[in-house]
């Protein structure tokens, strides 16, 4: 055992992947990363082939997302790496963890603008939780353990490791570092995952004390896999749920309790609960301004409890009246743990029954609504979206482009398992459904994937589906097709008086034909006498990746509305619910 | 790096902070700091990075004018980068601060007599002699810099150069320890 092994940097990169149990990786080779994708063909590593590196980033993400687990890329120099640029800074704003591994020109030519070469450290410095640029092959395995430690603990999120191509090829002695080695080598990493004590009993005295309270949760709920615990908080004390774009699925649609999304187009329900209560429990969230609205007016009566890992998230948008720095779980179960003993030691709970009351008569008068279609008319976009919803097979992972189809998605859909809900929500990522569904699919193969998508998102990287044709990973892609930027065409329509500006992508190609020459199925779906026959079909095909373009309304507009800039208090509801404004006072 | 649109960065707006940051001494680590300022559009008024007594840390010293606020999220985020160790905001009344200033001024004739007999006030060191200009070096709070400099301008700056500041904390002696405890209690 003491012999010392001699590897070349490559193989000491791949077998640090294989070391941290990566089983799958995305990536594209090219001439600076050569080196490393030879070791590859006799790894346990499945590496999957992509059409274009963002894909490869966004399968990773998609990845990382319904497993909680690294997503990993690995391409070479120069575009490659600068063509990662969107999925990192996607990865950082959503808190994704993915390790990235780029290659470099050699060392000898490092700066010297030689061919594919870029600063891609200077470049992804901005978007990336961590970068580092390997100089000596010696330095790998840590680097590799270094990465992946910073990318999954903490506030998740990317790391790249830009490795020049002869560190790749000289030879180094085999060291894996000890977890203490690692951990010694980041003097300045040092996530708080523990909450306070005194602060958790604060929050569950406050907790007790709310008449009006609600359960304001988001991606770090997920993150932290603290989906039971705040399930049991929340039933504890009954205290409604709204569940941020990125919780969608933390806490289960069907729940009594649940409340849906809130923001700029949450339902009214969610957005009106959340600025008369007199408490908000943040769990996992970041004050997001798509949430938040004019963030003067937002939620003016509310106390708030925050329970953040990452400390800049207190008090960056709203100050808290108790911050909680720690990990989700661990804090959450604190606070469950704390109420009992309060209610144990006598403590009663303020009555929320009037609440509850007052936040089901909103539900019961705001529900999503739309109009539906005259007879000939275009389908209408949530029209389609419940049938693909109702008759979407159980555990089906849904996945979203950026736009109206998205929040279409995330409203019309009912998430009732987390995990099961993969969108870009920061940074708002057209294009991201197609390559992050077959990352989705690559990480749940039992599991049916659909992708609700954009027509203009999916002529962004559409051509990942040849890498779900050549690679067996069978999704299923609903294309909304307004033949429109919908969302952009409804800010011009509402707020630039209907003056339409580049926004209309008539002349689309013909999907069908596009999906049959990816060796995908194609199917289209122009009338709703069709639409169940069409989607049960889509459903039934698990040989191959399904097309299915629905021609949908172009006109249709996604409501309620926090027009950007305005108060939540002054949500615009779907025109039919306007006359009944009044109750939501 | 000093503001361009103000000959007195700290008259009426005062809200100079020292940051003292302690991080790795590593590749970048200086470009991750600024970096951060620069994103949120903050300018830093002055810099100094050395490394400290363990060569495997640098200090940074960052002068910024900003107000508490967005002071604080910086400071958050600073801390979230990974070199990071440390950062200690030092409190101006209770730090030393020391800045280091090179200036040529144009000194002929009669007039040299006069440059050096500043420089012999404030304890200034001549370190070049021209035939028309003096190099002075001065090192000390960077107040006393901006007056020495104000007073040399009289003659012509031909050339001046400043360093960041750097500061370390006040050490509390044990009389002052004493007295503050005295009072306080």
Same mark, same amino acid.
């Given at each position: 055992?003491?012999?010392?092994?001699?590897?070349?940097?490559?193989?000491?990169?791949?077998?640090?992947?294989?070391?941290?149990?990566?089983?799958?990786?995305?990536?594209?080779?090219?001439?600076?990363?050569?080196?490393?994708?030879?070791?590859?063909?006799?790894?346990?590593?499945?590496?999957?082939?992509?059409?274009?590196?963002?894909?490869?980033?966004?399968?990773?993400?998609?990845?990382?997302?319904?497993?909680?687990?690294?997503?990993?890329?690995?391409?070479?120099?120069?575009?490659?790496?600068?063509?990662?640029?969107?999925?990192?800074?996607?990865?950082?704003?959503?808190?994704?963890?993915?390790?990235?591994?780029?290659?470099?020109?050699?060392?000898?030519?490092?700066?010297?603008?030689?061919?594919?070469?870029?600063?891609?450290?200077?470049?992804?410095?901005?978007?990336?939780?961590?970068?580092?640029?390997?100089?000596?092959?010696?330095?790998?395995?840590?680097?590799?353990?270094?990465?992946?430690?910073?990318?999954?603990?903490?506030?998740?999120?990317?790391?790249?490791?830009?490795?020049?191509?002869?560190?790749?090829?000289?030879?180094?002695?085999?060291?894996?570092?000890?977890?203490?080695?690692?951990?010694?080598?980041?003097?300045?990493?040092?996530?708080?995952?523990?909450?306070?004590?005194?602060?958790?009993?604060?929050?569950?005295?406050?907790?007790?004390?709310?008449?009006?309270?609600?359960?304001?949760?988001?991606?770090?709920?997920?993150?932290?896999?603290?989906?039971?615990?705040?399930?049991?908080?929340?039933?504890?004390?009954?205290?409604?749920?709204?569940?941020?774009?990125?919780?969608?699925?933390?806490?289960?649609?069907?729940?009594?309790?649940?409340?849906?999304?809130?923001?700029?187009?949450?339902?009214?329900?969610?957005?009106?609960?959340?600025?008369?209560?007199?408490?908000?429990?943040?769990?996992?969230?970041?004050?997001?301004?798509?949430?938040?609205?004019?963030?003067?007016?937002?939620?003016?009566?509310?106390?708030?409890?925050?329970?953040?890992?990452?400390?800049?998230?207190?008090?960056?948008?709203?100050?808290?009246?108790?911050?909680?720095?720690?990990?989700?779980?661990?804090?959450?179960?604190?606070?469950?743990?704390?109420?009992?003993?309060?209610?144990?030691?006598?403590?009663?709970?303020?009555?929320?029954?009037?609440?509850?009351?007052?936040?089901?008569?909103?539900?019961?008068?705001?529900?999503?609504?739309?109009?539906?279609?005259?007879?000939?008319?275009?389908?209408?976009?949530?029209?389609?979206?419940?049938?693909?919803?109702?008759?979407?097979?159980?555990?089906?992972?849904?996945?979203?482009?950026?736009?109206?189809?998205?929040?279409?998605?995330?409203?019309?859909?009912?998430?009732?398992?987390?995990?099961?809900?993969?969108?870009?929500?920061?940074?708002?990522?057209?294009?991201?459904?197609?390559?992050?569904?077959?990352?989705?699919?690559?990480?749940?193969?039992?599991?049916?994937?659909?992708?609700?998508?954009?027509?203009?998102?999916?002529?962004?990287?559409?051509?990942?589906?040849?890498?779900?044709?050549?690679?067996?990973?069978?999704?299923?892609?609903?294309?909304?097709?307004?033949?429109?930027?919908?969302?952009?065409?409804?800010?011009?329509?509402?707020?630039?008086?209907?003056?339409?500006?580049?926004?209309?992508?008539?002349?689309?190609?013909?999907?069908?034909?596009?999906?049959?020459?990816?060796?995908?199925?194609?199917?289209?779906?122009?009338?709703?006498?069709?639409?169940?026959?069409?989607?049960?079909?889509?459903?039934?095909?698990?040989?191959?990746?399904?097309?299915?373009?629905?021609?949908?309304?172009?006109?249709?507009?996604?409501?309620?509305?926090?027009?950007?800039?305005?108060?939540?208090?002054?949500?615009?509801?779907?025109?039919?619910?306007?006359?009944?404004?009044?109750?939501?006072? | 790096?000093?503001?361009?649109?103000?000959?007195?960065?700290?008259?009426?707006?005062?809200?100079?902070?020292?940051?003292?940051?302690?991080?790795?001494?590593?590749?970048?680590?200086?470009?991750?700091?600024?970096?951060?300022?620069?994103?949120?559009?903050?300018?830093?008024? $002055? *810099?100094?990075?050395? !490394?400290?007594?363990?060569? #495997?840390?640098?200090?940074?010293?960052?002068?910024?004018? =900003?107000? +508490?606020?967005?002071?604080?999220?910086?400071?958050?985020?600073?801390?979230?980068?990974?070199?990071?160790?440390?950062?200690?905001?030092?409190?101006?009344?209770?730090?030393?601060?020391?800045?280091?200033?090179?200036?040529?001024?144009?000194?002929?004739?009669?007039?040299?007599?006069?440059?050096?007999?500043?420089?012999?006030?404030?304890?200034?060191?001549?370190?070049?002699?021209?035939?028309?200009?003096?190099?002075? $070096? *001065?090192?000390?709070? !960077?107040?006393?810099?901006? #007056?020495?400099?104000?007073?040399?301008?009289?003659?012509? =700056?031909? +050339?001046?150069?400043?360093?960041?500041?750097?500061?370390?904390?006040?050490?509390?002696?044990?009389?002052?320890?004493?007295?503050?405890?005295?009072?306080?209690?």
């Amino acid at each position: 055992m003491s012999t010392k092994e001699t590897l070349t940097g490559a193989e000491a990169l791949i077998r640090s992947l294989e070391m941290e149990n990566v089983e799958i990786m995305f990536g594209l080779p090219g001439g600076c990363i050569l080196p490393a994708y030879d070791p590859l063909l006799k790894s346990s590593i499945r590496h999957v082939l992509v059409r274009h590196e963002q894909g490869a980033g966004h399968m990773a993400e998609g990845y990382a997302h319904v497993t909680g687990r690294p997503g990993v890329v690995m391409v070479t120099s120069g575009p490659a790496a600068t063509n990662m640029v969107t999925p990192l800074c996607n990865a950082f704003m959503d808190s994704i963890p993915l390790v990235c591994i780029t290659g470099q020109v050699s060392t000898t030519a490092l700066g010297t603008d030689a061919f594919q070469e870029c600063d891609t450290v200077g470049i992804t410095r901005s978007v990336t939780k961590h970068n580092e640029l390997v100089m000596r092959p010696d330095d790998i395995p840590m680097a590799v353990r270094q990465a992946f430690l910073i990318a999954t603990t903490g506030r998740p999120g990317p790391v790249l490791l830009d490795m020049p191509k002869d560190v790749l090829q000289q030879t180094m002695t085999w060291h894996w570092p000890t977890d203490q080695e690692v951990l010694d080598s980041l003097p300045g990493y040092k996530p708080t995952t523990k909450g306070h004590p005194k602060m958790i009993k604060e929050a569950a005295k406050l907790i007790l004390e709310a008449e009006r309270p609600v359960l304001y949760i988001g991606g770090g709920v997920l993150k932290a896999h603290a989906a039971e615990i705040v399930k049991e908080l929340a039933e504890l004390t009954q205290i409604p749920v709204v569940t941020t774009l990125m919780g969608r699925g933390a806490f289960p649609d069907n729940h009594s309790l649940c409340l849906g999304m809130p923001g700029m187009h949450g339902n009214a329900t969610a957005i009106t609960a959340m600025q008369k209560a007199d408490l908000l429990i943040a769990l996992g969230v970041r004050f997001d301004d798509r949430v938040t609205g004019k963030v003067a007016t937002f939620a003016p009566y509310a106390k708030i409890i925050h329970v953040d890992i990452d400390p800049a998230e207190q008090g960056k948008v709203r100050k808290p009246d108790v911050p909680i720095v720690g990990d989700c779980r661990q804090v959450t179960e604190e606070i469950v743990k704390s109420v009992k003993e309060l209610l144990h030691e006598g403590t009663t709970q303020a009555d929320v029954g009037p609440w509850r009351s007052k936040v089901s008569g909103w539900q019961e008068k705001f529900p999503v609504a739309y109009d539906q279609a005259e007879p000939g008319e275009r389908l209408k976009p949530q029209f389609c979206l419940e049938r693909l919803r109702d008759l979407a097979p159980e555990g089906t992972i849904v996945v979203a482009g950026v736009g109206q189809h998205q929040m279409w998605a995330s409203l019309f859909w009912r998430f009732n398992e987390p995990y099961t809900w993969v969108n870009s929500g920061g940074l708002g990522t057209m294009g991201f459904a197609v390559p992050a569904a077959i990352g989705a699919k690559a990480a749940r193969p039992d599991r049916t994937v659909w992708a609700i998508d954009g027509d203009g998102c999916f002529q962004m990287t559409a051509q990942e589906l040849v890498t779900a044709t050549t690679e067996g990973i069978h999704v299923k892609i609903a294309i909304l097709n307004n033949t429109y930027l919908g969302m952009v065409r409804q800010w011009q329509e509402m707020f630039y008086g209907e003056r339409y500006s580049e926004v209309n992508l008539a002349g689309c190609p013909d999907f069908v034909k596009w999906a049959e020459a990816m060796g995908c199925v194609g199917l289209r779906v122009e009338s709703a006498d069709e639409i169940d026959a069409v989607i049960a079909q889509a459903n039934s095909i698990n040989d191959r990746s399904v097309v299915v373009e629905f021609r949908v309304d172009e006109f249709e507009k996604v409501f309620p509305m926090i027009p950007p800039g305005t108060s939540n208090d002054d949500v615009m509801l779907h025109p039919s619910q306007e006359d009944k404004r009044e109750f939501l006072k | 790096m000093r503001t361009i649109n103000s000959n007195n960065p700290f008259g009426d707006s005062y809200q100079h902070h020292i940051l003292s940051v302690l991080v790795q001494n590593r590749p970048g680590v200086l470009a991750r700091v600024s970096g951060l300022f620069a994103r949120r559009g903050y300018n830093i008024f $002055s *810099l100094a990075v050395a !490394p400290t007594e363990d060569a #495997d840390y640098s200090r940074i010293t960052i002068v910024v004018d =900003i107000s +508490e606020t967005p002071l604080e999220q910086i400071v958050k985020q600073l801390f979230k980068l990974i070199d990071v160790v440390r950062i200690t905001e030092l409190d101006p009344r209770k730090s030393v601060e020391r800045e280091l200033m090179m200036v040529t001024v144009s000194a002929d004739g009669d007039l040299r007599g006069q440059v050096v007999e500043l420089a012999n006030i404030f304890e200034a060191k001549i370190l070049a002699v021209g035939g028309d200009s003096l190099t002075i $070096s *001065l090192d000390g709070h !960077p107040e006393k810099l901006d #007056d020495f400099e104000e007073l040399l301008r009289n003659y012509g =700056i031909v +050339e001046s150069q400043r360093t960041g500041r750097v500061a370390l904390p006040k050490l509390e002696r044990e009389a002052r320890t004493r007295a503050t405890k005295g009072k306080t209690s």
